[in-house]
């Protein structure tokens, strides 16, 4: 069996962890102390586990749609007319108000909400079926009723969309 390549995050911490990302790269963190021979130890016992959960991620990436930086200027100008209907269907719906709304090159989050109630959202969602789209639109503006993830928070999604777990899927690609 060969090594599995890995970085490695040292920290004030007291156990290792490993994780994989979406990339399939290997993540461990471990304390500040800990010997580089307990890491490696650590690494290949988990080595079955990393090998899963890197099929399993390339299986997400393979169902995600792809998404090239030569196609932002069409996903903003689909952003900008899609995005503000929908806001203003599902605020009124749901009952609250946001200030705002910005669309954003975020790679890692498809919205967000501020505090000020601001709604911001990647380009990149527009890949992404419609069903997905509303999901994401609802998840924020409920940011502006709970500012958390609490189940109540998750509880008033539910009473828009009641199907919005199947609607998270199409975000993962699972």
């Known amino acids: 069996m060969e090594t599995i390549a890995y970085e490695l995050i040292r920290s004030k911490r007291r156990t290792m962890s490993v994780e994989v990302d979406l990339s399939g790269n290997v993540l461990v963190r471990a304390p500040r102390l800990m010997p580089k021979w ?11 586990w ?30 900008k007319a899609i995005l503000p209907p929908k806001i203003d269907f599902y605020a009124q719906r749901m009952g609250v108000q946001p200030t705002g709304l910005t669309v954003t090159s975020a790679k890692t989050r498809f919205g967000s909400c501020s505090g000020k ?16 789209i509303d999901y994401v639109v609802v998840h ?27 609607r998270i899927r199409l975000l993962k690609g699972a």
Request: aromatic share 14%; net charge positive; glycine share 2%.
């Open 38 to 48: 307990r890491i490696d130890a650590f690494v290949k016992e988990r080595s079955d």
């Open 50 to 79: 990393i090998e899963r959960a890197r099929a399993r991620q390339a299986r997400r990436q393979a169902a995600l749609p792809t998404i090239r930086e030569e196609d932002k200027p069409f996903y903003v100008k689909q952003a």
């Open 117 to 132: 109630n601001r709604l911001s959202f990647s380009w990149r969602l527009m890949a992404y079926p419609e069903a997905a």
């Open 140 to 166: 924020e503006l409920a940011h502006i009723r709970y500012k958390d993830h609490s189940r109540a928070f998750y509880g008033f999604i539910e009473s828009v969309l009641p199907d919005y777990r199947e």
